[in-house]
């Protein structure tokens, strides 16, 4: 399994982003797919998840729910992280991840990408 995050800048608060992961050798069906992220001198924090198979679930940290949007394509197999209405506390490096089951802990997650940076100014 290889992830690769892309889509990372810095931006204007309110601003948006999208981030994308390309994914090799994920079976969709059987992997949790997430993003994380890592603020300097913070712990790395669940931001969203998605898990297909019996349909779609989607889960959304409390800080970004309803202004961040995770979504997968299968045909690019690319999972991507639209982040809208951005706010200087967004700001962090940002990580693809994939694992078994959708945990809130980072390290559950079998497969990490490198991490992409967003900085948002105010």
């Known amino acids: 399994v290889q992830l690769a995050e892309s889509g990372g800048d810095s931006v204007q608060a309110g601003g948006s982003l999208r981030l994308s992961c390309a994914a090799s050798g994920v079976t969709y069906s059987t992997y949790c797919l997430g993003w994380f992220r890592q603020a300097p001198g913070k712990e790395r924090e669940r931001v969203a998840t998605?898990?297909?198979?019996?349909?779609?679930?989607?889960y959304y940290s409390a800080t970004v729910k309803g202004r961040f949007t995770i979504s997968l394509d299968n045909a690019k197999n690319t999972v991507y992280l639209q982040m809208n209405s951005l706010k200087p506390e967004d700001t962090a490096t940002y990580y693809c991840a994939a694992g078994p089951v959708c945990y809130s802990t980072p390290r559950l997650y079998n497969y990490w990408g490198q991490g992409t940076q967003v900085t948002v100014s105010s």
């Open positions: 998605i898990v297909t198979g019996r349909g779609t679930l989607t």
